[in-house]
Every structure is written in structure tokens, then in C-alpha cells.
């Protein structure tokens, strides 16, 4: 069982910066894949970022060239730093892991609110 614990969200003006975490329960070395989703209103869940145990990345197109995931082995912790937000990029943000072995299980955080408003 992974719990996942994520903070750093809030209401942010356009331009702006946020950088969020999600800290999980157990080594982030066993987990296979971590990073963040979001959801806003009426629309899906979508990808934002993710990063593997071996440290490579992939980013939704909506957010490349201006956010940025990274992690603290140490702390087990995975960072979203979130740079020139746009109002479109107003949605709760999940914290996601998936662990492979023995089987696959998915596992999500509470959410945090990211709003981006004038």
C-alpha cells in the first residue's frame, strides 16, 4: 500500500509560479512511475507529468517547456515545478503511482486545488 500526500496548490495570477509535492509513504525507488494528473471542471483527467524510477520524464503537451517534475530520494518526495501558468491550467492536481510488481496497482492522492485567476 503507497500513501501519497500532496501540498503546495493555491490560487496564483497569470505568469505565475507554484511548485507542488507529493510525498510518498514508501522508497520512491519502488515505485515504477510518479507524477502528476489533473482534472478540471467537465473535462478528463490528463496527463501533466511523470517520471520513472530510473529518472526519465514525459510531459503533457499542454504543460512542455513550462513545467518541471523532479524528486528528493531522500525524502521520497516528487516536485512539480509549475512556471507561466495560464488560466487554463486552473484544475485540482492528483499525485499518482504506479508500483508493477507483484502485480500492478495504481495508486492516487487526495488532489490539490490550482487556481489561476487575476
Known amino acids: 500500500q503507497v500513501q501519497l500526500v500532496e501540498s503546495g496548490g493555491g490560487l496564483v495570477q497569470p505568469g505565475g509560479s507554484l511548485r507542488l509535492s507529493c510525498a510518498a509513504s514508501v522508497s520512491i525507488f519502488s515505485i515504477n512511475y510518479m507524477g502528476w494528473y489533473r482534472q478540471a471542471p467537465g473535462k478528463q483527467r490528463e496527463l501533466v507529468a511523470v517520471m520513472t524510477s530510473g529518472g526519465s520524464s514525459n510531459y503533457g503537451r499542454a504543460v512542455e517547456g513550462r513545467f518541471s517534475i523532479s524528486r528528493d530520494n531522500a525524502k521520497n518526495t516528487v516536485y512539480l515545478q509549475m512556471n507561466s501558468l495560464k488560466p487554463e491550467d486552473t484544475a485540482v492536481y492528483y499525485c499518482?503511482?504506479?508500483?508493477?510488481?507483484?502485480?500492478?496497482?495504481?495508486?492516487w492522492g487526495q488532489g490539490t486545488q490550482v487556481t489561476v485567476s487575476s
Open positions: 499518482a503511482a504506479v508500483v508493477s510488481t507483484p502485480t500492478r496497482s495504481d495508486y
